[in-house]
């Protein structure tokens, strides 16, 4: 499979920063960015809102398959996610909507759905794509593809201390439960498991600062001419 244009993935498991760092990939290079844990997130959050279990892997596959998402950055420079015109994104970035996303995206026919829309990112002059698949299957021809990862209590903290910034109150073991709970369902899935592809740059952040990891990024990115 070739692409009309460069397309970077970047994995990894939740809290590993490489939402952070495709942000500020897509920036630096003025590329399109895809976020597909947000349409895993949007699904969950559909079905909450139809009052569909996760776990009702037909009615979830259809609700995916009909997805009316939108996205869109505010003036501020937010992305913000609306799902059939309403905001959504709050919601769909709780803990509860991490649950919901990881439980949906265990589904194939669910990735399945979400598998072309998620390609249709893909425009000139190129795009860097964020989850946990996007260079094993979405893009696997991917010129660049980066595995970010960090140790769970490292990436427990992390979000802890987000959390509790927002004014959150939250129990730091809980998150680390919650997050090696969410790593096992991710890793051990049938279909599209949490894995670096073979040909993937593994970067651990656990001791890096993310502009050490970002600066390690765009070497490869040089390297490659893609910049
Ligand atoms: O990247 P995130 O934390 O927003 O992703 C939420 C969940 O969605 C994650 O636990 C697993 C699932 N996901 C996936 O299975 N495949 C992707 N490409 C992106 C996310």
Redesign the pocket.
């Known amino acids: 499979m070739t692409f009309a244009s460069p397309v970077i993935a970047v994995d990894g498991p939740?809290g590993s920063g490489k939402?952070t760092v495709s942000h500020m990939l897509a920036e630096h290079l003025g590329w399109h960015l895809l976020d597909?844990?947000?349409l895993?997130?949007v699904v969950g959050q559909a079905c909450l809102m139809e009052g569909i279990s996760w776990n009702n892997a037909s009615a979830v596959t259809e609700v995916a398959r009909h997805l009316d998402v939108a996205f869109r950055v505010s003036d501020a420079g937010e992305v913000l996610v609306s799902c059939k015109g309403i905001d959504v994104s709050a919601q769909i970035r709780t803990e509860e909507g991490?649950r919901g996303?990881?439980t949906v995206?265990a589904i194939p026919t669910v990735r399945e759905a979400l598998l072309q829309r998620q390609r249709e990112f893909l425009r000139p002059p190129g795009l860097v794509a964020d989850?946990?698949?996007?260079g094993t299957v979405v893009f696997c021809a991917a010129p660049l593809k980066i595995f970010l990862t960090a140790s769970a209590s490292e990436r427990a903290e992390r979000r802890y201390k987000q959390l509790i910034a927002k004014g959150e109150s939250v129990s730091l073991p809980r998150l680390l439960e919650d997050i090696e709970e969410?790593d096992a369902r991710?890793s051990n899935r049938e279909f599209?498991p949490l894995v670096p592809a073979e040909d993937a740059i593994v970067i651990d952040s656990s001791a890096m600062p993310v502009t050490e990891v970002f600066a390690q990024v765009l070497l490869e990115v040089e390297k490659r001419g893609l910049a």
């Open positions: 939740s939402g597909s844990g947000a895993y997130r991490g996303a990881s995206a989850g946990r698949d996007m969410r991710d599209s």
